[in-house]
């Protein structure tokens, strides 16, 4: 036996022969062992409770997230997570015995993410049509500009062109419904944005033909900022 050899033995606390051989039975309780501390360093959950736990990720996240990440996240085989993920787009869609629900899993861009179904689209509208009507903020004003002459055009373009963080005022111009989901790029998983017919309502045009020129007020380096 080696220096090397004999040291990891030392420090595994293991008692090996004075030959250094180890017999076929140490061999099965050494393999033995380090199955069981194998299957204790994975979450033991039943496959209702794995349903639920991606249906948890899913509800939270808002961008789409592939069946890999779900499976790295909860330390479980990608096939049963793959099997949660399907038995809950069937449950959404009403293919267990259950009503249709009024939102739906999709894939998109490689990913899955929850999204209100078509049908019910109209319930959200009138949700936020009925909703206490406040002002938005100087910085959602500007987003929302941003998104109206650029469009379609992501977050990250948006906050490059910004030149701050603004994920919580894209998340609160689209909960106002006045900007919506255009696509979701399959290379980059972003999804763009462009405005709604409630925002050309509010603004009194009929097309985003009607948006004011801006660039007479932009510095030369931004003339072409103007929507095409």
Known sequence: MSLDEDFEAEATGQHLPVDGLISEGEIEQLTSAVE?????????LTEDDLRGA?????????????????????????????NAVESLRRDYNGELGGSVRGFELREVAGGWRIYVRHDFDW???LFLANENPTKLSQAALETLAVIAYRQPISRGQ???IRAVNVDSVVKTLHSRGLITELYTDSETGAINYGT????????GINSLEE??????????NSSNFDGE
Do not use: F, N, Q
Request: hydrophobic share 55%; no cysteine.
């Open 158 to 160: 948006i906050a490059s």
């Open 211 to 220: 948006l004011p020129l801006i660039s007479p007020y932009l510095p030369d």
């Open 123 to 125: 319930a959200v509208r």
């Open 54 to 82: 991606v249906e948890a990720i899913l509800m939270v996240t808002d961008s789409p997230i592939s069946v890999v990440a779900l499976a790295a996240a909860l330390e479980h085989p990608v096939g049963e997570v793959r």
């Open 196 to 203: 709604t017919e409630l925002t050309l309502e509010l603004l």
């Open 36 to 44: 069981v501390e194998a299957e204790t360093a994975v979450i033991k």
